[in-house]
């Protein structure tokens, strides 16, 4: 059984609904999860093939303006 991997992120609160969506749309990249409410903090559940692509997104995002990200950890 292959086990998710997990990035955990910081970002402006606000731009979580739109992270959240944004991943949504490559559902097969990551799943988002909340751990604590009202917190700035999510988490990104990854297959291991999909990690370096979650990241990518993560750069993109934050290349493009939309959000500031600061990766806090994420398993390879």
């Given amino acids: 059984m292959i086990k998710d991997k997990k990035i955990i992120i ?3 609160p606000q731009k979580i609904i739109l ?3 944004i991943f949504e749309y490559y559902h097969e990249v990551a799943y988002v999860h909340s751990p604590k409410e009202k917190s700035n903090i999510i988490e990104l559940w990854c297959s ?26 994420a398993e390879t």
């Fill in 48 to 73: 291991p093939y999909f990690v370096e692509d979650a990241i990518e997104i993560l750069k993109e995002i934050e290349k493009k303006g939309i959000s500031k990200i600061k990766i806090l950890s």
């Fill in 10 to 12: 910081q970002v402006e």
């Fill in 19 to 21: 992270i959240t969506a």
